[in-house]
């Protein structure tokens, strides 16, 4: 298995190298190809790259995170200039856009009745137990349990200690994409009035509560060619994975040793090529049949990497028999493991939880959940 990088900061060193794979984790340009979110407290917190290889690619994602626009070009100079290569610039950064007359006359203001704290889980890896931190946010501290986030273990300061509610959602991931002890799926879900963006069934802790389930089987893809998890939902009947109208692309199980995704347990992942270029009709899939509740809300999140992806959303995943709802697609380029995650309203009383693959590159795919919302 070749060698992934993961995309970091606070660190000038470049990404590892391996005899046969380099993942760069750029982007050509300064431009951040994301349109615009309803504003709402912060336009789309999901988006904020905190560990973006390249300053200009945090910047854009920031700017469209809090604001819902790029920056101008001034803008841009501007804090391109600061030290955003360690968390503590980063954080200032995002720090400074909350306290802008355009963020408060826009969104009000960024303070509000949530907290954000962090529990301590013990989780089963196969280097035996091991303790590890998660985070969450809520208007009950007393109620909910958990320590307020410290400087010490993140690098970045925290100016005020109550937040509203998307401005907590945001600061949440900052903390866990910073915190080089968090647990694998960073947010808790514990207790009544909590958060709980993912709280998947690999979650081992000896406190109770939680509650969570990932109802996606094999999730690492360990047993993928057995055909009892992927390869059961529509046109299965076809293979495991299916290449329609003879595309050009292969499914691999692949050992990662020691290149797995950050704090991840996962020792294999899914490894697709697909040779053949976006034409209608032309893709390789796999699916599996998972019963849900029909108009349930859920989640569906993975860890990938890509190499020369040709296209944004050369690989998709879509739920629905129709394949019309697609929660996530992937980001065209090269680049090391990445966090996706998608929500989507059920429509029927199951899902397809379908990989599309439908133009040229590679992709890596582990840590498949699907969650409640």
């Known amino acids: 298995m070749s060698c992934l990088s993961c995309r970091t900061t606070g660190s000038k060193k470049q990404p590892r190298f391996s005899r046969t794979v380099l993942f760069l984790a750029l982007v050509a340009s300064a431009t951040f190809l994301l349109s615009s979110a309803p504003a709402e407290a912060v336009a789309d917190p999901e988006i904020i790259q905190w560990r973006a290889y390249q300053n200009a690619d945090f910047l854009n994602s920031l700017f469209m995170g809090v604001l819902g626009r790029g920056p101008s070009p001034d803008e841009f100079n501007f804090y391109i200039t600061r030290d955003l290569s360690r968390n503590m610039g980063r954080g200032e950064a ?3 856009l909350l306290g802008t007359q355009e963020y408060t006359s826009r969104f009000g203001s960024p303070q509000g009745p949530y907290q954000v704290l962090w529990k301590h889980r013990e989780i089963d890896t196969d280097r035996g137990l091991q303790w590890c931190r998660c985070y969450f946010f809520t208007k009950d501290p007393a109620l909910s349990g958990g320590t307020p986030a410290v400087m010490q ?24 994409h910073y915190d080089r002890e968090v ?10 009035g909590d958060s709980a963006l993912f709280d998947p069934a690999d979650r081992n802790s000896s406190g109770g509560g939680g509650g969570g389930r990932n109802y996606a089987r094999d999730p690492h893809f360990a047993q993928f060619t ?3 998890a992927w390869g059961t939902g529509l ?8 290449n329609s109208r003879n595309a050009d692309s292969r499914a691999t199980v692949v050992n990662l040793g020691g290149n797995r995704p950050p704090n991840s347990s996962a020792s294999t992942a899914l490894y697709l090529v697909n040779n053949s270029g976006r034409t209608p009709h032309v ?3 796999t699916s599996q049949r998972i019963t849900v509740r029909k108009g ?12 020369n992806l040709a296209s944004r959303g050369a690989v998709n995943i879509a739920v629905d028999p129709q394949w019309n709802i697609r929660p996530i ?7 090391g493991w990445t966090f996706f995650s998608g929500t989507f309203t059920a429509p029927d009383n199951y899902v397809d939880l379908r990989i599309i693959f439908e133009d040229r590159g590679e992709v890596w795919i582990t840590e498949m959940t699907l969650t409640d919302s």
Do not use: E, K, Q
């Not at 046109?235 to 299916?242: D, L, T, V």
């Not at 349930?296 to 190499?307: E, K």
């Open 94 to 96: 995002f720090w400074s």
């Open 226 to 228: 057995s055909g009892n």
């Open 183 to 192: 647990c694998p799926h960073y947010d808790c879900g514990w207790g009544r």
């Open 153 to 176: 273990y993140l690098g970045v300061r925290t100016p005020w200690g109550n937040y509203s509610f998307s401005v907590a959602r945001a600061v949440t991931r900052m903390y866990a």
């Open 283 to 285: 893709f390789g899939s």
């Open 235 to 242: 046109y299965s009947n076809f293979g495991i994975w299916w």
């Open 329 to 335: 697609s992937m980001d065209a380029g090269s680049y």
């Open 296 to 307: 349930a809300r859920y989640t569906v999140s993975f860890w990938g990497a890509a190499r």
